[in-house]
T-cell receptor, first 117, second 109 residues
Framework: GAVVSQHPSWVICKSGTSVKIECRSLDFQATTMFWYRQFPKQSLMLMATSNEGSKATYEQGVEKDKFLINHASLTLSTLTVTSAHPEDSSFYIC?????????????FGDGTRLSIL | DAKTTQPTSMDCAEGRAANLPCNHSTISGNEYVYWYRQIHSQGPQYIIHGLKNNETNEMASLIITEDRKSSTLILPHATLRDTAVYYCIVRVAFYKLSFGAGTTVTVRA
């Protein structure tokens, strides 16, 4: 399967801090990147979709100014949680996709557990 | 995308086959059935997918009914490491996956 590297795997920081999460596709070019988050005991919820070189599309209820997504290259995308607060504590997971369309499966990073104190 | 219905939880014995059902009665002709699992504190792991025919790989088998309204994921010899939440997802051959609640599978020794 595809190799996806997500970093950091775990971060704790103070309220008001901005946190950057990196997602790399190591063996294919990710033209599209999906970012999900998962609260405890809940399922994954899609936050946003980004295409390389374009602005991200955010799902309803997700603040684009709070969750900044950069997808400047085909192998790296970043999610920055700006001025994080305790309610932003969650498990964030990226999923790069090499092509739009087709029936190939999506692969996922191992996630970043974010805890805001 | 078509919605799916899965049991909330199920137990199975180590070494036995685990059969996980999924109903997708509103599936469209061009939608695939995908199965993923999520082990605690990890990202989802792809298991298998299919359109009409039954599929088998090194991890599992996927049985899709002839009318495509339901499917079953079979883990042939469950191990303790198969304890996870299993998600059945249907989608068109596009790119966005939507996750439901899934089935929490507990494999017991």
């Amino acid at each position: 399967g595809a190799v996806v590297s997500q970093h950091p795997s775990w971060v704790i920081c103070k309220s008001g801090t901005s946190v950057k999460i990196e997602c790399r596709s190591l063996d294919f070019q990710a033209t599209t990147m999906f970012w999900y988050r998962q609260f405890p005991k809940q399922s994954l919820m899609l936050m946003a979709t980004s295409n390389e070189g374009s602005k991200a599309t955010y799902e309803q209820g997700v603040e684009k100014d709070k969750f900044l997504i950069n997808h400047a290259s085909l192998t790296l995308s970043t999610l920055t949680v700006t001025s994080a607060h305790p309610e932003d504590s969650s498990f964030y997971i990226c999923s790069p996709s090499g092509r739009v369309g087709g029936n190939q499966p999506q692969h996922f990073g191992d996630g970043t557990r974010l805890s805001i104190l | 995308d078509a919605k799916t219905t899965q049991p909330t939880s199920m137990d199975c014995a180590e070494g036995r086959a685990a059969n996980l059902p999924c109903n997708h009665s509103t599936i469209s002709g061009n939608e695939y059935v995908y199965w993923y699992r999520q082990i605690h504190s990890q990202g989802p792991q792809y298991i298998i997918h299919g359109l009409k025919n039954n599929e088998t790989n090194e991890m599992a088998s996927l049985i899709i009914t002839e009318d495509r309204k339901s499917s079953t994921l079979i883990l042939p010899h469950a191990t303790l490491r198969d304890t996870a939440v299993y998600y059945c997802i249907v989608r068109v051959a596009f790119y966005k996956l939507s996750f439901g609640a899934g089935t929490t599978v507990t494999v017991r020794a």
